[in-house]
């Protein structure tokens, strides 16, 4: 199965190399959902995330040549949204980053949750919420996978920076996911 959608990468590639307006079509709307709830993870905003995707698409059909066809194409265009998000940050001067989240302990009395009941749509919900430095952070590390290291030098912060941010963004979504899950019982 995973050989047969690789093949259909492939050939959509094809055609949208040889400017093929069907072939993009289908790129677009094969990987639109998932890349617009990425963009929507960042801003939180629905307009926004629907600009950073277009602009992010413009930069995949510009430059689809420099594609390794030995990689992911999605991976590839996921990271091009990734960075496309960021670019829109740091243009806006929005990122907004508290260098010092003091340690505060764990509402353990609050009881431990599995968390096995909550939906996409809601963990989204909760992460839209976050402060956006918070939010940026959370993403390229719990989403994306980059260590703290790359995310500081990406972002233009220290890495202390970087893992206050994430620390900060794990305690409030814990905090507003375990009153979530209060609520439904």
Aim: proline share 2%; net charge positive; aromatic share 10%.
């Amino acid at each position: 199965m995973v050989g047969k959608s690789r093949e259909e990468d492939l050939e959509i590639l094809r055609g949208c190399l040889d400017n093929d307006r069907k072939a993009q079509k289908l790129l677009y709307q094969k990987h639109f959902k998932v890349m617009f709830q990425i963009c929507l993870s960042y801003t939180g905003d629905r307009d926004e995330a629907k600009d950073i995707l277009q602009e992010a698409f413009i930069k995949v059909f510009t430059h689809l040549e420099k594609f390794n066809s030995k990689n992911s194409l999605e991976g590839w265009i996921r990271r091009i949204v990734t960075n496309t998000a960021i670019d829109f940050f740091r243009k806006q001067k929005r990122l907004v980053f508290l260098d010092d989240f003091p340690d505060e302990p764990d509402d353990e009395e609050r009881g431990s949750f599995t968390f096995q009941h909550l939906t996409n749509d809601v963990i989204l919900h909760y992460i839209k919420k976050l402060p956006e430095g918070a939010r940026v952070v959370f993403n390229l590390f719990a989403v994306e996978g980059l260590a703290h290291k790359e995310i500081a030098k990406i972002l233009s912060i220290t890495e202390g920076t970087s893992k206050s941010q994430y620390k900060r963004a794990r305690h409030l979504l814990k905090k507003w996911l375990n009153d979530y899950e209060l609520s439904k019982q």
